[in-house]
Each structure stands twice: as C-alpha cells, then as structure tokens.
C-alpha cells in the first residue's frame, strides 16, 4: 500500500482548502475519483480524519491508499454472456469454472483478461496494444465485486475510476441488492429466516472460512421456495458480503450447498456435481444515471439439470 506524508505550505495566505482537493489539485497523487476507488486513508496532525476536512497551511498530513489494479493484464478474446454494457460499465452473466482476476497460477482466461480485450477492441485499440504500444491509460477493467471461480451469474465490472468508485459504494454502503439461489442438501426447518454470525478464516485450514465469535458480522436472508425429499431449492440474499459468506452459512445451517467441495461432503445422489450456488439478480444504479437498474442472469444448465433429475426421481447427474 502506498504512503506519503506531507506538510501543507502552498495555500493561499489565510485560506483553507479541501483534502481531497488538495490531494488532486496540488499534490497531484491521485485524481478525486481514484481517491474513492483506491480508498485513500487520511491523518490530519496525526489524527485519522475524512476527505471533505478542511486543510491549511502547516497541517501534517499522512496518506495511504490501495495500490491500482495490476498492470499485466494480457487482453484475450474470450466470449462473454453480455447482459447490459454502455462505455463506462459491463454487466455479464459469469460462468462457473472463471477466475475473475489474474493471479499466482491464473494468468490468462479470467474475466478480467476477457473484460479488457473487450474494452479494447470497443474503442479499436486491440492493435496498439498488440504491437508494444503499452497499457491504455483508463481502459483497464475495474473489478467492483467478485464471485468465487464455482459460482456462476450476475457481475458488474466497471470501465473507469469513477464509475468503479461509483458502483463499488453501492456495495460499500449495501444498497447494492444481490440475490442468489442454490440447491442444497437436506430440508431446513424453518421456510424462511435470516442467518447472523460473525465469520474469519478458519484456523485449521486457511483455505476455508468458518463461524466464530472473533470474525466480521455477516448476515444472510434466505427462503426455500421448492423441497424435494433430500434437496432443497434455495433464495439467498446477503446483507454482507463476507468471503464465502452464503456456503457458511447454509453449512452452518446445516444444510450445506450441493456440489461445495470445500464446505460438504460428496453427495451420494449427485457425487458429479459442482457447486450448486448462481448470483440470480443484481439491482444496483449505474453511473450517470438516478434510478436503480434490476439484471437477471436465467438458471445455468447444472442448476437445471438437476432439478429435472430431482422432480423425476432420477439421480446420480
């Protein structure tokens, strides 16, 4: 994470000017939407402070703020299932088995090598970026939120700065509105209820996260709305957005979802099956615009298909 610290001494005489202007127009660090989008810190005189604060001459400031998305991200032409896109956000229906962002192992096919080809090519520049011309300063995907590489549906990424510091406070603040459905093993004895817990990593494997008393508040909405005699169809709305937040929490409910490898066991009827989980609807205001939008991303085929099996009484898909 980047740091600076800096005395202020080029306001005008008697004057006072706001921190995050400052940042932009004198310092010139960082412009007033990456201050958003990479979530600069601020201390006043040593004392942790918002952005809107007024600053003068003499003020000490400390500043910290996210590094930027990587730069190495290798454009490919992957095809994508497009549910809305205008030149400053992309909405898509993410298959399951997609990374989202490039790392250790994960260079190439994920959505944001797929998302920046895309870009590219919308403002027909595939071809300086081919022959070495360098990164497109402001074309780079914005990851807003992310989905696990099993969990398939609704995502926004965003096209530049401001429009990712626009979307990603709508997750912030949770006004964003997310719903899920996934399939899950055994009935739940209450139809409806809402899951509250407090979720961290879990000690015995890093790779997984579990209830404890020493994690983040996280809160889940659900409400099974089709039962069979094993499985259950199931609506999920988070209120938080925890790392594996709803696979917890259904496994802490005690019906885990269909197909987790992580938070289940192998499912004697389904011992095929991949994880049961699709972000169905996002609801979210899109930048520019006043009115919130609703995006529905239709069942995969995984999630059909089983329901078939099950409605038939006919296993092992």
Known sequence: MPAFSHTVSDILPGGGMRLDRYIAENLRLLSRSQIKARELKAAVNG??????????????????????????????????????EDERAVVLNKPQGMVVHPGAGNRRGTLANALYYRKL????????????????????????????????????AAYDDEALAFLAEQFKSRTAKKTYIAIARGIPAEKKGRIETHIARDPRDRKRFAVTPQGKIAVTRYAVIKTWSTHSLILLRPKTGRTHQLRVHLRYLGHPIAGDPLYGSADPLFPQASLMLHARSLAIMLPGEDKERLFRANLPERFTAMIRSLNHGVHGV
């Open 47 to 84: 004392r942790e402070t918002k952005i809107s604060r007024m600053v003068k001459n003499g003020d000490t400031l400390e500043l910290s703020w996210k590094e930027a998305e990587p730069l190495n991200i290798i454009p490919e032409n992957i095809p994508l299932d497009i549910l809305y």
């Open 121 to 156: 090519e919308r403002n027909k520049l595939v071809e300086a970026e081919a022959h070495g011309q360098g990164p497109v300063p402001g074309l780079r995907p914005g990851i807003v939120h992310r989905l696990d590489k099993d969990t398939s549906g609704v995502m926004i």
